[in-house]
């Protein structure tokens, strides 16, 4: 199985500011065929389901904003936030499906600082 | 509005059986794969189990292997996991999960969930 490591485990960043989270995986998820990352992000805010940010590593859903970005390629990539909103509270996870069986990352949570 | 509806969850002693639904509206329910998924408190997801759209092709996670059985039925627009032989690590929010398109492996939307708590 790919294990999937997020780091950090929590951040705080102030209103308005940066949040970079990274993961990891134990094995690369890129795909040379086609060239793309088998990669996505969710977003989980308390006592909700997760919801779908980002996937193939750098393509936003459609109606997420902008401010959330996906990069990397191989086994390290990493969610941005460019300019946290008090509404981007929550745990982000990471999920590959490079590969069966799905498997995700143990979550970020973020907060405001 | 594509909405998918968990029912089934409870307490239910080691050992035990449950049958879990998700009833799905909204879309083409026959078109998609569709796929369990659950969260132990505080924990990160954890696919469980998926099934392809006419219902002849299903996988799962070791974990669960030979004891819950993935299936579905189209003319209801509902998922099912009978979840049985259970145990204490089941304990966990299950969530159905549909694809963004019929057969990748990204999810959106999911259910809200239903709670399986397993314990004597």
């Known amino acids: 199985d790919i294990v999937m490591t997020q780091s950090p485990d929590s951040l705080a960043v102030s209103l308005g500011e940066r949040a970079t989270i990274n993961c990891k995986s134990s094995q690369s998820v890129l795909y040379n065929s086609n060239n793309k990352n088998y990669l996505a992000w969710y977003q989980q805010k308390p006592g909700q389901p997760p919801k779908l940010l980002i996937y193939w590593a750098s393509t936003r859903e459609s109606g997420v904003p902008d401010r959330f970005s996906g990069s990397g390629s191989g086994t390290e990539f990493t969610l941005t936030i460019s300019s946290l909103q008090a509404e981007d509270v929550a745990v982000y996870y990471c999920q590959q499906y490079f590969s069966s069986p799905l498997t995700f990352g143990g979550g970020t949570k973020v907060e405001i600082k | 509005e594509v909405q998918l509806v968990e029912s089934g969850g409870g307490l239910v002693q080691p050992g035990g059986s449950l049958r879990l639904s998700c009833a799905a509206s909204?879309?083409?329910?026959?078109?998609?794969?569709m796929h369990w998924v659950r969260q132990a408190p505080g924990k990160g997801p954890v696919w469980v189990s998926r099934i392809d759209s006419d219902g002849t092709t299903t996988k799962y996670a070791d974990s669960v292997k030979g004891r819950f059985t993935i299936s579905r039925d189209n003319a209801k627009n509902t998922l099912y996991l009978q979840m049985d032989s259970l145990r204490a690590e089941d304990t966990a929010v299950y969530y159905c999960?549909?694809?963004?398109?019929?057969?990748?492996?990204?999810?959106?939307?999911w259910g809200q969930g239903t709670l399986v708590t397993v314990s004597s």
């Open positions: 999960a549909r694809p963004t398109a019929m057969t990748n492996n990204w999810f959106d939307p």
């Open positions: 909204g879309f083409t329910f026959s078109s998609y794969w």
